[in-house]
């Protein structure tokens, strides 16, 4: 099973970016699928997630700029980032969840806001 990231960057505050997570040994469309980031010297923290039947949790930090979206036909999951804050900097990792709660992470994508 893999979960691979990419999309990761440099941006200015107030830039977009877009992260996408594919899926490989697993149907994603069994999965809840989420979106993690740990900044350095800080915990991991939940940013959101999308269930199955496609509804989508957002953490109040990113509320109204982040969207989650998932394509079970490609076994894809995607993070769009609009008005990027230097506090947005982290490693944003791919999370994996089935029914039994066993998780699947990604080996992350570093995003770094700065001017």
């Known amino acids: 099973v893999q979960l691979v990231e990419s999309g990761g960057g440099l941006v200015q505050p107030g830039g977009f970016l877009r992260l996408t997570c594919v899926a490989s040994?697993?149907?994603?469309?069994?999965?809840?699928m989420g979106w993690y980031r740990q900044a350095p010297g800080m915990q991991r923290e939940f940013v959101a997630q999308?269930?199955?039947?496609?509804?989508?949790y957002i953490s109040d930090a990113v509320k109204g700029r982040f969207t989650i979206s998932r394509d079970n036909a490609k076994n894809t999951v995607s993070l769009q980032m609009s008005s990027l804050k230097t506090e947005d900097t982290a490693v944003y990792y791919c999370n994996g969840l089935r029914p039994d709660h066993y998780e699947y992470w990604g080996q992350g994508t570093q995003v770094t806001v700065s001017s």
């Open positions: 999308i269930e199955t039947g496609g509804k989508a």
């Open positions: 040994g697993i149907d994603i469309s069994y999965y809840d």
